[in-house]
């Protein structure tokens, strides 16, 4: 046998295997060991089925699909939702198609069950769609093509020809090639100014689990060096660390801490644990049994390889002449699937690195992103806040003005971000309207949001009749508003003016906003906020009414400040040329006062408790912690809210608190602005509850308590879709109203 060469070594294959169709054909289809697909197929089946009753949606079918004026945002305008206890069994279908891939049990089968209608949800409802949610389909469809029931799996122990059989060499390389792009393709994403200066992941580094840097770094260092720094170098060389064995346990290393991290931060389901699960890909092909070995799970012989020996040969691989004649079972002819599946690969591949550049084509999804969200391995690259979304209807008919709720016939905000979305909603809202009666409307949309500590500006023209506009998914959207990056250097000024007030006021607000000329912006302003407005850049005409009808407009240029009346609406308008950039100060003395106020009153809070916890203590009946803990909590609560509702609704002070000075501050600030005590007195309440939730609760449980109320969490969704599927089921076969059992049997419990 001819000695590996180096390249071998690194890569396990030899260069002249690629220079041929025919060499190509061979490695693509060569045999391997099952072992390490089965547990990747394992792994991925147990993650679907924690995933579909909480990501996926199962617990909430009813909710989502149970409205049948409710508007849906599909990839294709054909697809159509189902009725709400048809769609609760295509989630089911969907669990035991992800069990089945678990137990690889009718494993072709399980995979059609589970892929199908996990690609139908997924393009039936772009607003939930991440880049997560579209790996998962990938990778159903990929493990659909592959061999993945070889081993550790009930079609093996039903069918013998099939067990620890050797898969083709393309099944292991798809797998490991799509992991690296989710890696490789989010690091070149991440090239991009915004995430290199530290603005698409805003003040990340004050998160807990950066708490060891914070003795060496300051916050913003952190999230400029550790979170944006630290990303990028893991995206983009972390896969390649696991692809070589000399780097793949650093990798290892890397990797697990960055998910395990990501999980802790991030609300993004099982996506952390699902790539953890794929790092397993990348060790040896045998790494199970190797380690089933070692534990004396299993017995096995070596061949001259140091591998696992395989009797079974596969038809789906391609073996050495000496090696097919020594079974007499296998040919080593390279068969019509051989060639079909290294064709399949090559082009999976091709349109897998094609698709996140594809945006020129697809110019009708572009905007201030490329393309639909989900494809692009964009991974935390772009941060949103929505400021304000105003959606109103002229009736043509009696020329009059209604406004609607931005949540109209819909529970989704994505739809706000994208111009395909925005169509589709536009023409919901417009058959909806016709409903009730509105047969000739215009209908427009104004939408204020920031992109990566931007300028709040528009994102629509809101001149703009959304019932009268055309969009393609070919063709560029002229009826959006461009993302101003010409002003994006000003994020550094706007980071200074941030941090000046932050050291001088305890209770404020900033809302940054940027204008374009023609355009005016109409705003309330709350009578429990001060609030100033002032020109960074450009013109602008602010006009406020000063009494009932009459009106008075003032204009104000760089530098130049505004006090803006209370509880009442205003108008700005951009008067220069060039867009006009000014921002809005609000300073809420209510909460300044009233928080003042609570820390005063409530430092004896934690005594109160402690004496109440000691007192109960002694009480042997109460033996369980919990019960101990809740019950001084709730008596602490009813001492220290009954003393603050005698003070602040009845007027009375406890003489032992000495608050009579704080007290008369308060009330006279109660009067003066028109605030319910009650309302306040509600207010203290739920800030008691927080704080000294968080404080003791977490302080007595700690990262015990979290993982406990996630479990628990898994736990209560399960029971709420398996009774979902149940109900749904009776619902079809015995045709009773699913609506009126889910209402009366299924939430009777919870």
Same mark, same amino acid.
């Given at each position: 046998m001819a000695s590996k060469t180096k390249f071998h070594h690194l890569f396990g294959f030899e260069l002249d295997e690629l220079k041929s169709w025919h060499g190509l054909v061979r490695l693509f289809n060569r045999p391997e060991d099952p072992s390490s697909l089965a547990a990747f197929r394992i792994l991925f089946g147990l993650i679907m089925m924690l995933d579909i009753p909480h990501e996926r949606g199962m617990t909430d079918a009813d909710l989502e699909f149970g409205n049948p004026k409710q508007c849906h945002f599909p990839l294709f305008d054909f697809l159509k939702p189902l009725s709400s206890e048809w769609m609760v069994i295509v989630y089911g279908i969907m669990f035991f198609g992800a069990m089945g891939i678990m137990l690889? &049990?009718? $494993?072709?089968?399980?995979?059609?069950?589970?892929?199908?209608?996990?690609?139908?949800? &997924?393009?039936?409802?772009?607003?939930?769609?991440?880049?997560?949610?579209?790996?998962?389909?990938?990778?159903?469809?990929?493990?659909?093509?592959?061999?993945?029931?070889?081993?550790?799996?009930?079609d093996g122990l039903i069918n013998k020809n099939i067990r620890n059989a050797?898969?083709?060499?393309?099944? $292991?390389?798809?797998?490991?090639?799509?992991?690296?792009?989710?890696? &490789?393709?989010?690091?070149?994403?991440?090239?991009?100014?915004?995430?290199?200066?530290?603005?698409?992941?805003?003040?990340?580094?004050?998160?807990?689990?950066?708490?060891?840097?914070?003795?060496?770094?300051?916050?913003?260092?952190?999230?400029?060096?550790?979170?944006?720094?630290?990303?990028?170098?893991?995206?983009?060389?972390?896969?390649?660390?696991?692809?070589?064995?000399?780097?793949?346990?650093?990798?290892?290393?890397?990797?697990?801490?960055?998910?395990?991290?990501?999980?802790?931060?991030?609300?993004?389901?099982?996506?952390?644990?699902?790539?953890?699960?794929?790092?397993?890909?990348? $060790?040896?092909?045998d790494w199970p049994k190797r380690l089933m070995l070692k534990a004396g799970i299993i017995e096995?012989?070596?061949?001259?390889?140091?591998?696992?020996?395989?009797?079974?040969?596969?038809?789906?691989?391609?073996?050495?002449?000496?090696?097919?004649?020594?079974?007499?079972?296998?040919?080593?002819?390279?068969?019509?699937?051989?060639?079909?599946?290294?064709?399949?690969?090559?082009?999976?591949?091709?349109?897998?690195?094609?698709?996140?550049?594809?945006?020129?084509?697809?110019?009708?999804?572009?905007?201030?992103?490329?393309?639909?969200?989900?494809?692009?391995?964009?991974?935390?690259?772009?941060?949103?806040?929505?400021?304000?979304?105003?959606?109103?209807?002229?009736?043509?008919?009696?020329?009059?003005?209604?406004?609607?709720?931005?949540?109209?016939?819909?529970?989704?905000?994505?739809?706000?971000?994208h111009g395909d979305m925005m169509y589709q909603y536009a023409k919901c809202i417009e058959q909806r309207l016709n409903e009730y009666g509105f047969k000739d409307i215009e209908l427009y949309f104004d939408i204020w949001r920031s992109m990566n500590h931007r300028f709040n500006q528009r994102q629509v023209d809101p001149r703009v009749d959304m019932t009268k506009v055309?969009?393609?998914?070919?063709?560029?959207?002229?009826?959006?508003?461009?993302?101003?990056?010409?002003?994006?250097?000003?994020?550094?000024?706007?980071?200074?003016?941030?941090?000046?007030?932050?050291?001088?006021?305890?209770? &404020?607000?900033?809302?940054?906003?940027?204008?374009?000329?023609?355009?005016?912006?109409?705003?309330f302003v709350s009578p429990f906020l001060n609030s100033t407005i002032e020109v960074l850049n450009g013109k602008i005409q602010v006009e406020t009414e000063i009494k009932k009808g009459k009106k008075h407009n003032t204009t104000l240029k760089v530098g130049e400040k505004f006090n803006l009346p209370s509880g009442t609406y205003h108008t700005v308008y951009t008067v220069s040329d060039q867009p006009s950039c000014f921002f809005y100060i609000y300073l809420n003395e209510t909460a300044i006062v009233l928080s003042d106020w609570f820390d005063n009153f409530s430092k004896n809070m934690f005594q109160t408790f402690n004496k109440t916890y000691d007192a109960l203590k002694k009480f042997k009946e109460l033996k369980d912690e919990t019960e101990l803990l809740w019950k001084a909590y709730n008596k602490t609560l009813i001492i220290n809210s009954k003393s603050f509702f005698e003070m602040i609704v009845k007027n009375e002070s406890n003489p032992k608190q000495n608050l009579k000075k704080d007290i008369g501050n308060v009330l006279s600030y109660v009067e003066e602005k028109k605030l319910n005590k009650t309302m306040v007195y509600h207010s203290f309440v739920n800030q008691f509850y927080t704080n000294f939730n968080d404080k003791m609760v977490k302080a007595k449980y700690g990262l015990f308590y979290k993982n406990y109320r996630k479990l628990l969490s898994v736990l209560i969704r399960f029971k709420q879709s398996f009774s979902m599927l149940y109900y749904a089921l009776r619902s079809v076969f015995f045709k009773e109203n699913f609506s009126k059992l889910i209402n009366t049997e299924l939430f009777v419990d919870y």
């Open positions: 690889g &049990f009718k $494993y072709r089968w399980s995979c059609i069950c589970f892929t199908v209608p996990y690609w139908y949800l &997924f393009f039936l409802d772009k607003t939930t769609w991440n880049n997560h949610s579209y790996l998962y389909g990938l990778c159903g469809f990929l493990l659909f093509f592959m061999d993945g029931n070889r081993y550790l799996s009930i050797h898969v083709p060499l393309w099944n $292991y390389s798809l797998l490991r090639i799509q992991i690296f792009l989710v890696y &490789f393709l989010a690091g070149i994403k991440k090239t991009e100014l915004d995430w290199i200066k530290g603005y698409s992941m805003g003040n990340l580094g004050t998160h807990w689990v950066f708490d060891p840097f914070k003795s060496i770094l300051t916050t913003d260092q952190i999230t400029l060096f550790i979170v944006h720094g630290g990303g990028l170098f893991i995206d983009l060389f972390v896969g390649f660390m696991l692809f070589f064995d000399k780097t793949r346990l650093i990798g290892t290393l890397i990797s697990s801490s960055f998910h395990i991290m990501n999980s802790r931060m991030f609300n993004i389901g099982m996506f952390p644990y699902t790539m953890l699960a794929t790092t397993t890909l990348f $060790y040896s092909l096995s012989t070596l061949d001259e390889n140091k591998k696992f020996s395989i009797n079974k040969l596969s038809e789906h691989c391609i073996y050495d002449k000496f090696k097919a004649e020594d079974k007499k079972e296998k040919s080593s002819k390279v068969k019509l699937y051989h060639k079909f599946f290294t064709l399949f690969s090559l082009l999976y591949i091709s349109e897998q690195l094609f698709l996140p550049y594809s945006h020129f084509i697809t110019k009708g999804y572009n905007n201030w992103t490329n393309g639909l969200y989900g494809y692009s391995w964009d991974m935390m690259v772009h941060s949103w806040h929505t400021q304000h979304i105003k959606i109103h209807f002229v009736d043509k008919k009696t020329n009059q003005t209604h406004y609607l709720n931005p949540k109209a016939w819909t529970s989704r905000r994505r739809w706000s971000s055309e969009w393609s998914p070919f063709k560029q959207v002229k009826w959006l508003i461009p993302l101003m990056t010409d002003l994006s250097a000003w994020r550094s000024k706007l980071k200074e003016i941030e941090d000046q007030y932050a050291k001088n006021k305890t209770d &404020f607000d900033l809302t940054f906003v940027a204008d374009l000329n023609g355009l005016k912006l109409e705003n």
